[in-house]
Structure formats: structure tokens, C-alpha cells
């Protein structure tokens, strides 16, 4: 338990004894005043009984403010302890984990599923800790002063207990569905969130409105039945506790004609009825709310207790500063078990050599980049990097040290300069200036409205493809890695951003080994080995010229893609 929490605990815990007992000397007084003052018409009495229960009543709202403000403030940092881990906790997980579950999904985990446990951490508990002191208070007090009486009233508990055992695993189940098909509606509207360009694009937003509503149905529906087996519990406890005071009454009234009880017990005990009521109730709401809280919490245990299937080794090391030499050793790889996406590939490349990887789409080139980068880990076989392979060494070290300048380039949402920035956050404004007038970027930059500081949006819809093809070369230039991995974007662009790309590109490259998805011929012919992959495996390696001599597979793609690279160059 952090500091904090073992320090207000106490203090909770003494608020919350306070409140429950200065409810519970209320009932006793009233009998006071009705025995002693009210009957024998003591009216000195009366008046110091009153100013004692407006006492006992100050104190009691003292004692509740208290114990809610610092139950509140608890519960707030228990949430915000818990969704800061789980947030850190999936920043490290592997994208084999990503491959299987929607974004929606653990989208909902970080924020849903944490707000119900907030409920039952802000409330909930201490809520709980007070009903439980104020029935057993209540129980005992009943029979110390009317055994027989508290006994008959009391008999009435277990035919409660019974009836809310009875709802309870009904109620479980509803809330456990509502929480499945809460889960799957937002993953299905945050698909639709991201895919909205495409959809408007074909228009299908009508399909899209009538399967949202379906599910959005399904839900409604869901909640309903839940809500309203939830809502029976209420009225079944309210039934149960009028069969109470009717044995309290006719008990009572047999008691004081016997003279076993005065009036004033007789009211003091039908007050305590309706305290002990409410406990009771609440306790069934917060049965339900606890069993929300309980298949929440099993889903966000389900993601911390989720291991990244790339783990680093107890001892791991840093990797040193790297040279940049890259060996793949038979490498084999699977996604799905049974479903090579490489299957024994070897290449040794040199500090600071280029290598073109080209084939069809599907053929593994990504593959490679992923197990590169330490994504996934290879099925069989091992990538060495300056001689150590990079399962025994620190994930962080291998990846500082790896450029990666994705095809669909990435754009947060923050300012131009933030943008770059993330490729080394200690970067001074200067050397992120030098970095965009390196790859040209610099001119578009300060042509913007407000230059490097100009707002983009998630997804940088302002920028134009090139220009966001160039943020991220800079991005990409000031992280300064040894290695660099390059997935080239296919879409064509104006000549003149096609010529600014072409530059910064062999500004970026120079002195680095460098991996490229290569699609533009220029690049392709300035790379120092071309590999052309098929099928998961090497078909041919070696420079243009060579491999345009050879007339195979190489050749096919250049002959078949002339036309559409010309154009592009
Ligand atoms: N996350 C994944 N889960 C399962 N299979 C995958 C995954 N990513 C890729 N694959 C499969 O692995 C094979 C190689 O894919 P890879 O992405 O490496 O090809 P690529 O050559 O980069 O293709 P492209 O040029 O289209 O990007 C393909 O058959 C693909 O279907």
C-alpha cells in the first residue's frame, strides 16, 4: 500500500466509526425523551435531550464530511495509480498482442472498466465497512434491550439473505454480458472513428449506422434485463422489512401491555427498524455495483497480467553504441503457427551499406523490419547486430539505436517542432531546425502560419503526404541512429516535393546501414544490394546492373513496374 494511503486510512476508519455511532445513540435518546421527558412532562429534560441529539447530529455531519472528502481523495489516486499502470503496462506490450484485439478494446479497459472501479473505490468500500458497523450495532442493541422483541425482528435477516442469494448469480451474469457487449460496441465505433475516410469514401455510412444500431440495441437491451433484475432486489428488501414492523407492532403492543416495554423503547426500536433497512438495501445496491466492479477488474487484470511475448532476459544488458553491422541468420518466422512468413533468410550487410528489399506485397519484407526492430522474435534462427544477438540485450538499447521511417508516417497531435522533437526529446530548437533545413523540410515549415509551432492534428491531416513524409525524415535525422529501416511510401507526389524527397533521402541515408522497403527506382538503383524476396524466402540478391543481367525475377518487377516508377521518378 503506497504512504499515502496508510496515512488518510486511519482517519477514514475513525470518521466513519464516529458517524455510525452517533447515528446509532439517536434512536436511544429519542426513548429518553419519550419515557422521562415527554410522558412525565419534564420539560427541562426535554430541552437538554434535544441540545445533546443537535449535538450528536453536528458531529455526525462533521464526522461524514470528513470521512467522504478523504474517502474521495483515496479513491481518486487509487485511479489514477491504476490507470497510469495499466497505460505503462501496454505501452510495453508486443504487437503480437496489438495483432489479436481491436484498439476499441483496450480503449475501454483504461477508461470504462477504471471509472467503475472509481465508484466502488470512492464509495463503495467504506460504505460497505459503515453498513456492516451499523447492522451489527444494531443487532446487538436490539437484543441487549428487548431479547425476545430483537430476536422476533431480527428472525427476519435470514429470509432476506436468502432472497438476495437467490438474485444474486442472476444479477452477476447480466452485469458480466453488459460489460462483454459494452466492450464490443466501442471497439466497433472506435474502428468506425478511424476508418471514417474509407467509409464515407465507398458510402457505406448508411450499412454502418444500421449495424451500429443493431449493436447499440443489443446493448440497450442487455442493461435492461440487468437493470432490471437489479431493480427487484429493492422492492423484495422493502416487502421483507414491513413484515418487520408488523411484528414489531403487534409484538411491541402485547409487551407494553405486559409491561416488559415502555413506549419509548417500543419507537426507538421502529426507528432502528428503518436503519436497518437501509443498510440492508444498500448493501444488495452495492452488491451489484461490486460485481460491475469485479468483471471490470478481471479484464484490467486479464491486460497487467498480460507478459509481452518479446520478454528481455533476467540479465540483460545494454547494447553498447552499435557500428551497424546486421546479420540475419536463418531466420524463420511465423504469425500464425503453421504460416511462414520467412522461411531461412541470410543476409550479412556491412556498417553503413544500403539494401534495397523488394517483392511482391506478402513476400516478408516487413517481416523482416519487424523482427528487426524486435517486434515479434523469430521463430528460429537470430539477428546479430555488430556480432550480439539482439535477444540478449536490453529491447530499449536495440531500438534506441534503430531509426524507423514508416510508410504511413505517424503525426501526433502537438506543434511541427514536437513532431520532430520525438525523435530525441532533449533536442534544442536549433538542432531540430538544422534536422527539417537537412531534408529540406524547413521551407514548408516556416511557411505554415505559425511555423515549427503550428498545431497538428492527430493523424496530420493538415500536411500533405510529402510533407509529412519530410517531418518524419527529420524526426528520423535527429534520433541520429546507426541503423535506419525506411518502409517508402508508395503514393505518388508533385515532382517538385518528389526532388525534396530524393535529396533529404540521401541526406538521411549517408553513413548509415539502411533497410529499405524500397518502391521508387531511384532509390532502388542507389542501394548497395538489392534482395528480392518471394514467398517468405531470398530469390536474389545483388546491385541493379546485376541483377538486371540475370533476367529473373528482378527483372519481371522492373519490367512490369517501369512504367508507374518512371512516372514516379
Ligand atoms: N500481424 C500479422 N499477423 C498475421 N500474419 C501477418 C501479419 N503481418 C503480416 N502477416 C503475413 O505475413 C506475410 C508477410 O507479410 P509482410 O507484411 O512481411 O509482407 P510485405 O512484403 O511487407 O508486404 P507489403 O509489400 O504488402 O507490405 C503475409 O503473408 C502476411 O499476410
Same mark, same amino acid.
Given at each position: ?118 465508484? @466502488? ?19 446487538? +442493541? @436490539? ?292 534536422? #527539417? ?53 508508395? #503514393?505518388? +507526389? ?58 529473373? +525475377? ?16
Amino acid at each position: 500500500m503506497k504512504p499515502y494511503k496508510k496515512q488518510m486510512l486511519p482517519i477514514i476508519i475513525i470518521m466513519m466509526l464516529v458517524g455510525a455511532i452517533t447515528k446509532l445513540t439517536v434512536p436511544l435518546l429519542i426513548r429518553e425523551a419519550i419515557d422521562n421527558a415527554i410522558v412525565p412532562k419534564n420539560t427541562n429534560l426535554l430541552l437538554i435531550i434535544v441540545g445533546v441529539m443537535l449535538g450528536v447530529y453536528i458531529i455526525q455531519w462533521l464526522a461524514n464530511t470528513f470521512r467522504i472528502k478523504y474517502t474521495n481523495m483515496i479513491g481518486q489516486r487509487v485511479i489514477y495509480d491504476l490507470r497510469h499502470d495499466l497505460f505503462s503496462h501496454i505501452q510495453k506490450l508486443s504487437f503480437r498482442f496489438f495483432d489479436t484485439r481491436p484498439a476499441g478494446s483496450v480503449l475501454v479497459r483504461v477508461t470504462n472498466y477504471v471509472n467503475s472501479l472509481q465508484d @466502488l473505490f470512492t464509495n463503495g468500500v467504506v460504505n460497505l465497512l459503515i453498513d456492516v458497523v451499523q447492522l451489527v450495532g444494531i443487532i446487538i +442493541i @436490539l437484543l441487549t434491550f428487548n431479547f425476545k422483541l430483537g430476536a422476533a425482528i431480527i428472525v427476519t435477516v435470514p429470509i432476506m439473505f436468502m432472497i438476495s442469494t437467490k438474485l444474486r448469480k442472476k444479477i452477476r451474469h447480466a452485469w458480466q454480458d453488459v460489460t462483454m457487449k459494452q466492450s464490443r460496441l466501442n471497439a466497433h465505433l472506435n474502428e468506425c472513428i478511424q476508418g471514417i475516410r474509407v467509409t464515407q469514401a465507398y458510402s457505406q455510412e448508411k450499412e454502418n449506422i444500421q449495424f451500429f444500431t443493431k449493436m447499440n440495441m443489443v446493448n440497450r437491451l442487455s442493461w435492461n434485463r440487468a437493470s432490471m433484475l437489479n431493480q427487484t432486489f429493492g422492492p423484495l428488501i422493502e416487502i421483507t422489512g414491513a413484515i418487520g414492523y408488523c411484528i414489531l407492532f403487534w409484538m411491541g403492543a402485547y409487551l407494553i401491555q405486559t409491561e416488559e416495554i415502555s413506549v419509548g423503547l417500543l419507537v426507538a426500536f421502529a426507528t432502528y427498524i428503518g436503519y436497518f433497512w437501509e443498510p440492508i438495501t444498500r448493501l444488495g445496491q452495492m452488491y451489484s455495483q461490486l460485481l460491475i466492479a469485479m468483471a471490470s477488474a478481471e479484464r484490467i487484470f486479464e491486460f497487467i497480467d498480460e507478459k509481452p511475448s518479446v520478454a528481455e532476459l533476467e540479465d540483460a544488458k545494454d547494447l553498447p553504441n552499435i557500428k551497424g553491422n546486421v546479420k540475419f541468420e536463418n531466420l524463420v518466422f511465423e504469425y500464425e503457427a503453421g504460416r511462414p512468413a520467412l522461411k531461412g533468410f541470410n543476409l550479412d550487410v556491412h556498417a553503413g551499406q544500403s539494401i534495397a528489399l523488394v517483392g511482391h506485397t506478402g513476400s516478408g519484407k516487413s517481416t523482416i523490419m519487424n523482427l528487426l526492430c524486435r517486434f515479434y522474435d523469430p521463430t528460429e534462427g537470430r539477428i546479430l547486430i555488430d556480432g550480439t544477438d539482439i535477444r540478449d540485450v536490453t529491447i530499449q538499447s536495440v531500438r534506441s539505436q534503430i531509426g524507423v521511417v514508416l510508410q504511413d508516417t505517424f503525426i501526433f497531435s502537438g506543434t511541427i517542432r514536437d513532431n520532430i522533437r520525438f525523435g530525441r526529446l532533449d533536442a534544442t530548437n536549433e538542432e531540430i531546425e538544422l534536422a #527539417a533545413k537537412a531534408v529540406h523540410a524547413h521551407d514548408f515549415i516556416v511557411g505554415l502560419p505559425n511555423g515549427y509551432d503550428t498545431e497538428v492534428q492527430e493523424r496530420g491531416n493538415v500536411l500533405s503526404m510529402g510533407q509529412r513524409q519530410l517531418i518524419s525524415f527529420a524526426r528520423a535525422l535527429l534520433a541520429n541512429p546507426r541503423v535506419l529501416i525506411l518502409d517508402e511510401a508508395t #503514393a505518388s +507526389i508533385d515532382t517538385d516535393t518528389e526532388l525534396k524527397i530524393q535529396e533529404a533521402l540521401k541526406t538521411l541515408l549517408a553513413g548509415r546501414t539502411s533497410f529499405i522497403v524500397a518502391h521508387r527506382l531511384s532509390t532502388i538503383r542507389n542501394a548497395d544490394k538489392i534482395v528480392v524476396l518471394d514467398h517468405g524466402r531470398m530469390m536474389e540478391i545483388g546491385n541493379h546492373d546485376e541483377l538486371m543481367k540475370e533476367q529473373k +525475377i528482378y527483372y519481371g518487377l522492373i519490367q512490369a513496374q517501369y512504367k508507374f516508377l518512371q512516372d514516379a521518378v
